[in-house]
Structures are given as C-alpha cells and as structure tokens.
C-alpha cells in the first residue's frame, strides 16, 4: 500500500488525545481532519496534532473525502453517527462502550452489516502487552487448558473531574469498566453465557454503580470471577493495573503488581516483566493504557487493508455486551442469567 487511509476522528475529549498520538504511529494511516460539537476543541486540537481540517458537524463524512472514521464520543451518540457512517460507507472504529444497552449494540450491528461497512470496537486492554503476553503463554499450552480465572481492577482514580456525566450514568462501572474486564474475559478464557452478579454505590450521589463483582461461566466449563472498583482506597494506587490469576490443568499464571507475569509450570517459577514501550508521549499511571491504542489502531488498519475480521467487531462484541447486559438482569434480580434469559439474545 503506497498511500495512506485517510480518517475522520470524531469526539475531541478526553481520550482523544491518547487516539491521536496513536494513530501518527499508524502505518498505513493519518487523521485528515477532526470533528467535534464544539468547534473551538475541534479547531483547537487540530492545531495542536497540525491536523489540515476541523469541523463541528459530522456530516462532513458525506464529503467522500475519508477512508475510515473514528468515533471517540460518548455511547449515547454511537447509534446516529455509526448510522451516519453506513450511510458514506465508511468503516468505523468506535470506542466503548458500544452503546448504552444491549438493545442499542444490536441495532448498531444491524446497522453495519445491512450497509455492509466494517465496524470495530476500541477494545484496547486484549492488546495491552501483558495481556498479549498472556496469550501468548495460554496458547503454548505450557499450563494446560484453563479451568478458572480471576480479574481484579480496584482504585480511586478521579474519574469524575474528567469525565462529569459518570456521576449521572446510571449504567456506570459495568459499562465503564466491566466492559474491558469482561473482553478480557473473554479473550483469556473463552466465551460465556451466564453471569451472577452484585453491583455497589459506594460514593455518595452516584446515579449508578460503582463497583461490581460478578461470576462467567464458560461455555468450556471454567469460571472466571471478576472485582472492579473505583471506590478502593490505597497509597500508591493500583491504577490502572489489571491484577489476578490464571489457572490451567497444568499449571498456572498470577498477573501481579507493575506488569509482571508470574509463570507456575511444571514444579517451576518464573517472572517475566512486561516493560512499556517507551514512548514519548505516555506518562505514568497512564502509559499500559496509552501503549495498547496505536496497538489497537493498527490492528483496525491492518484487518481493513487485508479484509481480515476485527478481533473486537461489532458482532463479535455483542457477546460482550450481552454478558454486561446479563450482569446488570442479575444484579437487579439476585439470581444467575443466561443468554436463554435475554429476550434477543445474539
């Protein structure tokens, strides 16, 4: 490929930044121009990144003049502006989450497939290196299949002043959170189809939860548990470390504190430290986070120029965001939800 894509990225705030550092490391791909409701972070943040084009309304994608789009807004706008995509027949990468329910993500997908445009999830924590890493070592077989795991993400990181509408997101930790935890999930273990699940209140004021606790269970038969908190008090922070254990029939793996792997193997102990990438841009707690977006930007490229499915898709994430959808049924009702106990389920 001699020229590059050309992209739309759509939503100048908070995480946009982390978007656009990324996707200058992009081979095959550049940002042309940006869009956001408000102009003045659109102009704004053009001329910091020296992007060519800014503009506040998103019909520009009508133009023809972009290749794919990016779309860094919050879920609530993720249904019109994939709709407005499908209609320019551009193919969309989307942060999550998704959309704001199961309903909404089924539409989306819908949406896609029936304009025959690609759509992918910026799922970015399957493609932090640890978690790379991780499959790496699962996909040896070194430790046998897997049999039970455990994801823990537990902090007190100010979400609140960077993001203020989380305060008044009744769908909150799950969707915030559990979203990654549960891809992840996934992406270790295997695909689930039922979930238990207690969500917390625990700051004052909160419209929604924030903290969960929940069980999958596999369809292969092993259990994952995971805990996610922002609500967990302790000096220094464990932000935004993804900490637990992997268990197989032969052995297992403990994700410990600072990006180490801790491997148990045939009556033997390693550690492998998984070092940052080192660039320029990142910046400690931030930097295991913002290391795994050009990564997943790239993989976004790579699939469209190959026409290789995303491994984050919109349908494939419908199981994803079907568990979270079991997950909130079964906080509301106390008891284990099964894709069977969905009205649509995928």
């Known amino acids: 490929m001699t020229d590059s894509l050309k992209g739309l990225l759509i939503g100048c705030g908070f995480f946009s930044r982390n978007h656009l550092h990324g996707w200058a490391e992009v081979d095959g791909a550049e940002i042309a121009a940006v869009c956001d409701l408000d102009v003045s972070k659109a102009q704004a943040i053009a001329q910091d990144f020296s992007i060519p084009a800014w503009h506040g ?19 609530d706008t993720h249904e019109t502006l994939v709709a407005q995509a499908a209609a320019a027949e551009i193919p969309v990468i989307i942060q999550k989450p998704l959309g704001p329910d199961f309903a909404t993500c ?36 070194e430790i046998g299949e897997t049999s039970f795991g455990r994801l823990s993400w537990r902090n ?10 989380l305060l008044k997101t009744e769908r909150f930790m799950i969707m915030d959170v559990g979203i990654h935890m ?76 600072n990006e180490v792997l801790r491997v148990h193997s045939g009556g033997n102990i390693r550690d492998e430290k998984i070092e940052d990438d080192g660039r320029d841009w990142t910046s400690s707690p931030w930097t295991q986070i913002q290391d795994s977006v050009p990564r997943t930007q790239q993989h976004f490229i790579d699939s469209l120029c190959h026409g290789r499915a995303f491994q984050t898709s919109a349908e494939d994430s419908l199981q994803t965001y079907a568990l979270a959808e079991a997950a909130y049924r079964s906080a509301e009702s106390g008891r284990l939800v099964s894709f069977d106990d969905l009205e649509t389920a995928p």
């Open 156 to 165: 007190d990181i100010d979400v609140y002043t960077s993001q203020p509408y």
């Open 106 to 141: 089924r539409r989306i997908d819908q949406i896609s497939r029936e304009a025959g445009i690609p759509v992918m999830v910026h799922e970015n924590f399957r493609f932090q290196k640890l978690f790379l890493r991780l499959r790496d070592i699962l996909d040896s077989g």
């Open 182 to 257: 549960l891809d992840l999930a996934r992406f270790l273990m295997g695909d689930a189809d039922a979930v238990t699940c207690l969500n917390q209140s625990v700051k004052e004021g909160l419209a929604g939860e924030d903290a969960s606790t929940f069980l999958l269970r596999h369809k292969n038969g092993s259990v994952t548990a995971i805990d996610i908190s922002y609500a967990s008090h302790r000096t220094p922070s464990l932000f935004p470390q993804t900490l637990g254990v992997i268990e197989g029939r032969g052995g297992t793996v403990q994700i410990l504190e």
């Open 57 to 75: 309304d998103a019909s520009v994608m009508n133009a023809g003049d972009f290749d794919f789009v990016d779309i860094c807004t919050t879920m």
